[in-house]
């Protein structure tokens, strides 16, 4: 996931295979899942994406019964965002899936292979963001 968040590759009409969620609101259900409900700009920050295109989002999600908009009691202009069950339950599902498949790529490697990919694949993210900011 910090792959493709950090190179901004999270395209708004992708969708999960699997799964009635496009890519960019698989990433929001996953920096939802905190507990501690977020603003949408705080979202947007965190997915890199503009602030009109996480407002869409949102909505969809609503509309999905994914989450939840609720006025923030300390700032009546802004929304915290928190995920339902049914929110929680579909990105339990989601990294099951991902789980699953990193694995299956994981054990189709060699020993050796698997530890560059550790040392290899934190530097790369690094690099990424170096070049994306």
Known sequence: ???VRAAA???PDQTVAGHPV?????FALHELDTGTPLSQRDLAE???LEKSSVS????????????VRERDPENHRQYRLRLTDQGRATHARMASTFHERYEC???AMTRS???ALLK?????????RQHVR
């Open 1 to 3: 996931m910090d792959v």
């Open 9 to 11: 590759l999270l395209q």
């Open 22 to 26: 496009s890519m960019s609101q698989a």
């Open 46 to 48: 965190r997915l890199r």
């Open 56 to 67: 869409r989002m949102v909505a969809e999600m609503e509309r999905k019964g994914l989450l």
């Open 105 to 107: 790529w994981v054990t």
């Open 113 to 115: 292979e698997r530890a």
């Open 120 to 128: 290899g694949l934190p530097a790369l993210v690094r690099v990424i």
